[in-house]
T-cell receptor
Framework: GENVEQHPSTLSVQEGDSAVIKCTYS??????FPWYKQELGKRPQLIID?????GEKKDQRIAVTLNKTAKHFSLHITETQPEDSAVYFC??????????????FGKGTKLSVIP | NAGVMQNPRHLVRRRGQEARLRCSPM?????VYWYRQLPEEGLKFMVY????????ESGMPKERFSAEFPKEGPSILRIQQVVRGDSAAYFC?????????????FGAGSRLTVL
């Protein structure tokens, strides 16, 4: 089955700096990679996703890059703000076929943005 | 259109009691997925159900856990004879079809505490 590793487990940045979170996956059949943000005691919320036919995707201050050859993908947050503080999870799954309904999650990165 | 609704939001049980968690999918959705989040961990797939059918329960412990999604009413995740290790947040998600299943929107979760 799929295995997703996520680093770092904790990350502190000064407000305005950039934050980068990295994930690797093991199953070459995976081609859908979402990122979720979870605030304390709340549900995980999808913030951005990328599919294997795209190498990079950007949405305002958030971007995700994907390297299928190396089987890794990263989340980049620029100009961080205190409200970006949360736990971020990466995940992977096939888009269709066997296991496409199963997301495999990383263990999360606790991001703290220091004002 | 209300999102995925879960109840109860918080549930406290003593060891050996039963816990029942309910999930009402979004309107028009007939596919339901349960994920479990242990403290300080990512979400882990438990079970995928369609109306009146369990499609994949490979992530669910073989004993004490069961799930159903009847023709009428919410999906129910049932944990019998709870133990302290069952303390976790249980999240439900739904989709209209299985092809878009990996684009998941989660409910607010049910947080189970076993004393």
């Amino acid at each position: 089955g799929e295995n997703v590793e996520q680093h770092p487990s904790t990350l502190s940045v000064q407000e305005g700096d950039s934050a980068v979170i990295k994930c690797t996956y093991s199953d070459s059949a995976s081609n859908y990679f979402p990122w979720y943000k979870q605030e304390l005691g709340k549900r995980p919320q999808l913030i951005i996703d990328i599919r294997s036919n795209v190498g990079e995707k950007k949405d305002q201050r958030i971007a995700v890059t994907l390297n299928k050859t190396a089987k890794h993908f990263s989340l980049h947050i620029t100009e961080t703000q205190p409200e970006d503080s949360a736990v971020y999870f990466c995940a992977a799954s096939p888009l269709s076929g066997a296991g496409s309904y199963q997301l495999t999650f990383g263990k999360g990165t606790k991001l703290s943005v220091i004002p | 259109n209300a999102g995925v609704m879960q109840n109860p939001r918080h549930l406290v049980r003593r060891r050996g009691q039963e816990a029942r968690l309910r999930c009402s999918p979004m309107k028009g959705h007939s596919h339901v997925y349960w994920y479990r989040q242990l403290p300080e961990e990512g979400l882990k797939f438990m079970v995928y159900l369609q109306k009146e059918n369990i499609i994949d329960e490979s992530g669910m412990p073989k004993e004490r856990f069961s799930a159903e999604f009847p023709k009428e009413g919410p999906s129910i995740l049932r944990i019998q004879q709870v133990v302290r290790g069952d303390s976790a947040a249980y999240f439900c998600a739904s989709s209209r079809t299985s092809s878009g299943a990996n684009v998941l929107t989660f409910g607010a979760g049910s947080r189970l505490t076993v004393l």
